[in-house]
């Protein structure tokens, strides 16, 4: 059974685990900073493939295939999987990872879906529902771009505050038995709207998503910053991660000690011409499944929280005038020697 | 806690309630065979918004508040809102209830939606992550059609096979001790692809996900269709439920008794000229959350399966010649003095 602490945290008291994960990704992010860390890197961006759609859903079937034999499973024994995308319809998990017959859950929640995805998945474990779940989910450069954006080949230019989709996948299984990473606690996003338009500034739009569910979590748990070893944001770039800052500097908070970004972590943004930073459902997805559950499972890292950031516009939503909705939801992920 | 029984079946053993639920639909709907069901009817299929979008959000809005308001609760009290639809990017649900300021799951099912979000629903509820929750989906025809169709303007035809999306929303608050009709277990549907690539034959994609989780959740309930008071599907419509009749027919199964089709109740085919019958998330969403409650409450319906059905396409999977993926959520409701 999970409880509830303060007014948004679920402790989860049967500890899920991770049993296995996998990530997978594009050229430009194997050559990145922490590219050493990924379980698969595709120089060809279609992945043998006829379109970047299908290119995607590969991306999300071969993290889901290598999450299971990291956890020395088989879909036959999971109890469901928590998957979505951020393509029109999720078609990058429907079309991915539908011939593994596992029930399936799908979710929308943009760049913050990996969040959400282990947060659903360790309540079925936790309450009994599931004994084996997955969470995953994908983004790629150029299926992003064209339906976000424009096609690739007018070659538009874009401004600094701008981020680029990590191409790449990340797949966790969890587990109510093995595994020496838990998922300790979660905190549910709400949608924060505060008037941002600018569909090139996404970090703005997100930050204070990312604040709001950073900070409920910390009142709940009674927690400070420095009681982690890292918080970990999905994809809030430069311009998102300095407001992120700024707004627990407001309260009297330095969160920078232990602050970092999955969209600054896996690009180098002055070698790799990529703006405010990386970006997407597969950004934060794949960089918590390679980098951060390796330093994890090696020791480094024990006590962690991990934030993933989402943006929900739509490019119809954005014609239409309307500002961006923005999300964050968090999960306390902790070594077992530390409990 | 949550129980597993057979393959893919989910026992609640702490039957979460439905303590209220509302339904808001179109004047078509309305005009309906069970349109005296509806709690609103909205003549003005903009409800006063300048987009459709727009139009949509406002749906589902209204339809949490109805159902908020029926459960004599208030946002504040609910722990996780969980909600989607079918457009782009879920904007009918991050624009419509994002003001509310509940915690966030957001869904991705296609028409399946409904199911899938009181399954969750059902599952924070059980294992404690939360003490009242909510479902909600929605779908408006203008929005639907311009998005996956043609734009209104074109006046296109339809063959016989197609659906006619439904312009509304249905809402339900679940909680873990007030109200009369528990979810008592569920079944969380897998991706059934045989092959289909019409669009406008969308029944004949469902039912075979429709077929694959009825008949295992029967499986593990050691349970016949003759047990049930009905076993209503999402939106298979004429062409879709006469299939899933016939798969449970092959079987020497006889399903015609007891299934019913929210498609199939909402319009009146000879008189509202929707061919093979109603779609759209808010299909079914809008006929549990009225008709089939109401009779619940009333005592006529007593123990009855719930499964929605959803085509996980996208406009591109159907440029790019790939067949339609699709998925069926079931939920068992029990009126709780036959338990």
């Not at 913050?112 to 997955?134: F, P, Q, R, W, Y």
């Not at 994809?235 to 407001?243: A, H, Q």
């Not at 119809?316 to 530390?338: K, W, Y």
């Amino acid at each position: 059974m999970a409880k509830r602490i303060g007014k948004r945290t679920i402790i989860f008291e049967n500890s899920p685990k991770i049993a296995g994960y996998y990530s997978v990704v594009g050229k430009k992010e194997g050559e990145g900073p922490i590219g050493d860390g990924f379980h698969e890197v595709c120089e060809d961006e279609l992945l043998g493939f006829d379109s970047f759609e299908r290119a995607e859903s590969e991306l999300q079937r071969r993290a889901v295939l290598g999450a299971l034999d990291a956890a020395k499973t088989k879909p036959q024994n999971i109890d469901c999987i928590f998957a979505g995308d951020l393509l029109n319809q999720c078609i990058g998990s429907s079309f991915g990872i539908g011939d593994l017959e596992i029930p399936f859950s799908g979710l929308y929640g943009a760049c913050s879906t990996m969040a959400l995805a282990l947060i659903n998945a360790a309540v079925h474990i936790d309450g009994g529902a599931a004994k084996e779940a997955i969470a995953v989910t994908s983004s790629h450069f150029c299926s992003a771009e064209r339906q976000y954006r424009f096609p690739l080949e007018y070659g538009s230019q874009r401004p600094q505050s701008a981020q680029w989709t990590v191409t790449g996948s990340g797949s966790a299984v969890l587990t109510a038995k093995r595994g020496d990473i838990a998922v300790h606690s979660a905190c549910i996003g709400r949608i924060c709207d505060l008037g941002v338009k600018d569909q090139n500034n996404m970090g703005a739009a997100m930050a204070p998503a990312a604040y709001d569910t950073v900070r409920a979590y910390l009142e709940d748990t009674e927690t400070k910053p420095d009681d982690y070893d890292m918080i970990l944001t999905g994809d809030l770039g430069l311009v998102g991660s300095s407001m992120f800052c700024s707004l627990f500097a407001r309260d009297g908070v330095d969160i920078t000690r232990v602050h970092r970004d999955c969209g600054l972590l896996i690009f180098d943004r002055e070698r790799q011409d990529v703006h405010s930073g990386g970006s997407g459902c597969g950004c934060s997805a794949s960089v918590l499944c390679s980098n951060i559950l390796n330093r994890m499972n090696g020791g480094e890292l024990k006590n962690i929280l991990f934030c993933a950031t989402g943006a929900l516009l739509s490019p119809t939503s954005v014609l239409q005038g309307n500002s961006i909705p923005s999300i964050a939801h968090l999960i306390n992920l902790r070594r077992q020697d530390r409990i």
